[in-house]
């Protein structure tokens, strides 16, 4: 019998073929990356796998050789060589390539590379998540119509080549940045990079937020410092705080003798519109009030935050302000500051006003007789001086002097000339007209203004007065003291008096007339 090939000889070959297409079909999975390594390395790899099935086919097909030499030695020979000088261009046996994959799938931000033909070459998961794939789909495909999908355009992917891009998607704010693949002085690919800095743009925001209200709060502070109790800055200041605080009602506060009194509202226009609402404020109003500090409230659905305004400050009358939000908004620490910086400016700057108004008053008022100072009379009486002036109305100006004052002063003392000057001012108010202006021009000197008067009228007032001060004495401490007047009366002449000092002037002479004819008289010019 002759030799011929056994069983287990076509089972070995059967063996060696299925393997061989094994190896080829699962390098067809490894296509991306022969793809990196190159088209050349690709087909050497591919040859080298092929290669060992010619010998296969001259067994099974004696036909078809072409020569007795020992092929499957040179074939398998040349093939091994092929397979291992592809092994090592692909790095197959190398740890870096291994690592770097598991680098970069453990990175969160999204990565993307994209080869020269502008086809994804890989990413990590962090990019599969962003574009809600699978790596499969991706890799291959147009980068361009990914990024549409996800609305990049490529002037944004251009744009981000020069330099850090922001784009926003889905509520998530990422930093995009393009690095190039270059190989020796060519470049075969570029890198996406996308930083999610979506922390970093909240705490942005936040700072650029706080920014924004201490610019408001710097302005309002710049308002109330320059306030002087006039026009209604507490209402202005409250609407300012409340939307610094972002709050949706407010309420200022005092507690006055008769309880708790409302000086601003804002989000509502009066406690009738919402009884319930301001009863709350009012109940958060007290307790800040009374503890005398700042208190955060839970009522119903909402949160309430009450800051009381420093009583020591505002000369013992004690104040607070007082801000609702709905209940799912709470207040920071931050919101709750500017409040208590609001309440403590806004204490300052009323008490700052009060003081100014006490001033004002002082410079306007005469402190012993309660009547005009010398200063405010005339300022009064230059405003009627251009109003007859303008209308040519008459106005007449009284001057009067009490008789023998230094007399009272040495014989009683200075608390009875006190008195005595308290007095006859009070005299002078009670017969004057509601129009009329009094005013202490001097020491023991008295002037009226009777706007739209003729002289005669002008004598008969005068002379009421006079009747009125010598009629009935003066209470002093160590008794009744007999006072008189005297009166001197002049009345504007149009066209001949050229200004209201003119008018002052001949009032004055009349006086001097009075007190040269005995006094207790009344004179006019």
Known sequence: TGWGPGVWYWVQEVYTGVCLLAGVALSLFQLPKLK???????????????????????????????????????????????????????????????????????????????????RIADCNTGFLELAESERKPLVGRIVTDVYERLGLSENVRRRSLEGPLEWEYKGTYYEIRTYPVNRGRKTVGVIHYFHDFSKRKQIEQRLRQSLLRLE?????????????????????????????????????????????????????????????????????????????????????????????????????????????????????????????????????????????????????????????????????????????????????VIMADIDFFKKVNDTHGHAAGDAVLRQVAERLRVNLREADVLGRYGGEEFIVLLPQTGLEHAREIAERIRAAVAGRPMTISSGDLAVTVSFGVAHYRPGKDESLLAVIKRADSALYEAKEKSRNRVCAQ
């Open 36 to 118: 990196k390594a190159g088209i050349g390395w690709g087909v050497l790899y591919f040859s080298a796998l092929i290669l060992p099935l010619v010998p296969v086919a001259y067994f099974v097909f004696p036909s078809l050789a072409l020569t007795r030499a020992p092929v499957t030695a040179i074939v398998f020979s040349l093939a091994t060589a092929m397979i291992a000088l592809s092994f090592f261009r692909f790095g197959f046996f190398q740890i870096s390539p291994l690592a770097r994959k598991e680098l970069i799938d453990a990175l969160q931000d999204p990565f993307l590379a994209v080869d020269i033909d502008h």
């Open 216 to 396: 408001k709060l710097n302005d309002l502070s710049r308002l109330l410092a320059m306030w002087l109790g006039k026009g209604n800055l507490m209402q202005v200041t409250l609407q300012t705080a409340t939307e610094l605080l972002e709050a949706v009602f407010g309420a200022l506060f005092f507690l006055e003798s008769s309880g708790l009194r409302i000086r601003a509202l804002s989000g509502i226009r009066n406690q009738d519109e919402s009884p319930a609402l301001a009863a709350l404020l009012e109940e958060a109003g007290f307790a800040a009030i009374t503890d005398a500090q700042t208190m955060r409230l839970v009522r119903g659905p909402y949160n309430v935050l009450a800051v009381p305004l420093n009583a020591e400050i505002l000369h013992g009358q004690p104040g607070a302000l007082v801000f609702v939000t709905p209940k799912e908004s709470v207040f920071s620490d931050f919101e709750i500051s500017l409040a208590e910086s609001v309440a403590r400016q806004l204490a300052v700057t009323t008490e700052n006003a009060r003081l100014y108004r006490e001033v004002e008053r002082m410079a306007q008022i005469d402190g012993l007789t309660g009547i005009y100072t010398r200063r405010h009379f005339e300022s009064i009486a230059r405003h009627q001086w251009y109003f007859s002036l303008r209308h040519r109305r008459p106005f007449c």
